[in-house]
T-cell receptor, first 110, second 119 residues
């Protein structure tokens, strides 16, 4: 059974700081997802990774398959980045259900 | 991009009544829909997986007679909470695999969620 763990659980930063959120998983996966959940509950899919690194604006996601570890980085953080960030692992096949981490609550202060 | 439209966003109902939540895929066909429940400050928990034209698959501990799922078309999946009780109060959210989401390949798109309060 795959277990997904995130750290830290809570993170407070000042505007402009570089943010790193970590995610580790216990078994081989087909892909690792990073999601953003806003205070109202809505969820946005940020990245899907199977190897290497991806960048989208100020967000960077990396994954190390051998170490079963992924990181989400936010450069030049802004108060609007405040949200819960969730990593989720996907098994094999196109419609495999996701296994979610417990999320990291990020608060960026102005 | 692929969008899942979920309604209602909030609902308050009396104990014992039933509530239907709809998730529609816009601009793509959702052959599979995942239904999740999230209690305050907890992670998303998968309740069931619905597949168009077949019976839903429920996770262990989820009562299939209480949480009725229908996926009658490629663009609509519904979750009905029957005989709702206060302990069913939660945030319910659906998700479908969709090519092109996450901007990169075969990701998932989520509905906006339904906050159910049973009084």
């Amino acid at each position: 059974k795959n277990e997904v763990e995130q750290s830290p659980q809570n993170l407070t930063a000042q505007e402009g700081e570089f943010i790193t959120i970590n995610c580790s998983y216990s078994v081989g996966i087909s892909a690792l997802h990073w999601l953003q959940q806003h205070p109202g509950g809505g969820i946005v899919s940020l990245f899907m990774l199977s190897s290497g690194k991806k960048k989208h604006g100020r967000l960077i996601a990396t994954i190390n398959i051998q170490e079963k570890h992924s990181s989400l980085h936010i450069t030049a953080s802004h108060p609007r980045d405040s949200a819960v960030y969730i990593c989720a692992s996907a098994g094999w096949g196109g419609s495999e259900k996701l296994v979610f981490g417990k999320g990291t609550k990020l608060t960026v202060n102005p | 991009g692929a969008v899942v439209s979920q309604h209602p966003s909030r609902v308050i109902c009396k104990s014992g009544t039933s509530v239907k939540i709809e998730c529609r895929s816009l601009d793509f066909q959702a052959t599979t829909m995942f239904w999740y429940r999230q209690f305050p400050k907890q992670s998303l928990m998968l309740m069931a997986t619905s597949n168009e034209g077949s019976k839903a698959t429920y996770e262990q501990g989820v009562e299939k007679d209480k949480f009725l799922i229908n996926h009658a078309s490629l663009t609509l999946s519904t979750l009905t909470v029957t005989s709702a009780h206060p302990e069913d109060s939660s945030f319910y959210i659906c998700s479908a695999p969709a090519a092109g989401t996450s901007g990169y390949g075969y990701g998932y798109t989520f509905g906006s969620g339904t906050r159910l309060t049973v009084v």
